[in-house]
């Protein structure tokens, strides 16, 4: 499994040819910040990294701690339990269990996220998919600033989780 194809700097780079407003509407229309504001997003702007994929890179390795939430704002991702520990380039489509894909306004990483701890399934790029990376502290120290958008973020994070349970339980 390759690592990331690319990986942008810090959104600060005036070289970019992606503006901080094309990022907030990603943001705002992502579920996990639906319902705030761009104004209320900013503070996480200087944190944050567009990263890019190729087919089947590996973003969240299984049994590895991940310290970011991740905005997918191209492409498509897809949470795959390995048989093994970790998918690598000799892993074959028989070895694997899709769990579930995440498309344009999802977001995965929010388990590690929330309860600090290894993840319990890997996820990779089923094609050229891009998002957005919002490490921890960045995350934190913006839920700390503003108890509005905190209550937000988190009843939004709930939400899905609540969803995803949900769906899970039906299959």
Known sequence: MSKVDSMSLPLRDESREINENQVVDWLVQSQVFANLTASDLRPLLQSLRIMNFKPMDEVIAKDRYSAAL???????????????????????????????TFTKGHCFGEYSLIDKKPASASVVAAERSQAVQI?????????QADYRVAKTVYHNLLLLLTSRLRRGLQV
């Open 135 to 143: 490490p921890r502290m960045a995350f934190e120290a913006t839920m």
């Open 70 to 100: 991740y905005i997918v704002t191209a492409g498509r991702f897809m949470v795959l339990r390995p048989d093994g520990s970790q998918v690598h380039p000799a892993t074959t489509s028989d070895e694997l269990i899709e769990l579930d």
